[in-house]
């Protein structure tokens, strides 16, 4: 098995997470974020589930934004086996579902937008795109509940899902049928990947911040706490108890203002000023000079 893709988190959910460190997000973005992070912790979830299970020759791709004629296609998984493309839409909620003829609610009658609907033109369009690169693949669609804690009522036997109790088992099956690969599908594979360069991806945009209202200090990269215990060279957060060396911390902190202000030079007094003061200005020269090439003289030296 091969994974051709790997899964990473968005451009907006890593932006989101890094702003929920250091400014309050309002209660709609602070909402976004936590399904975000639910979703993407679901599909790693599954990717382990694949990693486990899947040990014959196919191909996975994860997380393709699939552009064609101006409309946008999410596909969480393809699986492409020798004579099956294997789509997969995964979700995970937690608690008590109804389906009913609209789709799906929450018990407590909320609805909720139906899964399987988004599956189903996924599944035409992914049908459509085969037809036109001349594949005889089959596609087999799913919903993927990840969640343990998922529970669905009047689910019908035809229902294109998934449950928990149910991934291992298809997985397995999968994989016995599995044959050896042909050109053909290292071609699909391709064709998807270059389809999936060929667009703008239309996301949602992070919400606006400055520089200044940013809160600045050494963050701990496993929980955001800014409750850390630095000494000569390790670094040790009082919140989750992660232990890391002084040098990591400062360069994911580092990451964290390159990503969040692009245009901000990387300079000594940048990243001290980032940093929050707390760690010797030699320290972080010493990183800099590390890690990164030096452009310029002693004093406002860039480093990039
Ligand atoms: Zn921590």
């Known amino acids: 098995m091969e994974i051709l893709k790997e899964r990473e988190q968005s451009h907006l959910l890593k932006g989101l997470i890094y702003l929920d460190k250091r400014i309050d997000l309002n209660e709609t973005d602070k909402r976004y974020l936590v399904n975000l992070q639910k979703g ?70 909320q609805d909720v937008a139906n899964p399987m609907i988004q599956l189903s033109r996924m599944e035409s369009f992914i049908n459509q795109l085969l037809k036109e690169w001349n594949s005889t693949s089959k596609v087999e669609a799913n919903v993927v509940f990840v969640n343990p804690l998922f529970s669905l009522y009047n689910a019908k036997i035809d229902d294109p899902i998934l449950m928990p109790n149910q991934i291992e088992e298809y997985l397995l099956k999968i994989n016995s049928r599995s044959r050896m690969l042909t050109k053909e599908q290292h071609y699909l594979a391709n064709r998807f990947r270059k389809l999936e360069n060929s667009g703008m991806p239309m996301q949602k945009q992070l919400p606006y911040y400055n520089y200044e209202e940013l809160k600045k200090g050494l963050s701990c990269k496993n929980c955001g706490s800014f409750e850390l215990l630095i000494t000569q060279r390790s670094c040790y957060c009082k919140s989750c108890f992660f232990k890391s060396s002084v040098g990591e911390v400062i360069l994911n902190n580092i990451e964290e203002m390159q990503f969040l202000f692009p245009e901000l030079k990387l300079t000594t007094t940048n990243v001290n000023n980032w940093c929050g003061e707390v760690v010797h200005f030699r320290k972080i020269r010493k990183i800099l000079k590390d890690h990164y090439i030096a452009a310029g003289e002693t004093s406002g030296r860039v480093y990039e």
């Not at 679901?42 to 996975?60: A, H, S």
């Not at 492409?80 to 997969?88: A, E, P, Q, R």
Request: net charge negative; with cysteine; charged share 25%.
């Open 40 to 109: 993407f912790k679901g599909e790693r979830c599954f990717d382990d589930l694949v990693k486990t299970i899947l040990d014959k020759e196919m191909i996975v791709l994860n997380d393709l934004l699939l552009v064609s004629n101006g409309t946008t296609f999410q596909v969480d998984s393809i699986i492409i086996t020798s004579n099956t493309l294997y789509l997969f839409e995964i979700k995970n909620y937690s608690g008590k579902y109804i389906r009913n003829s609209d789709g799906l609610s929450t018990i407590q009658g």
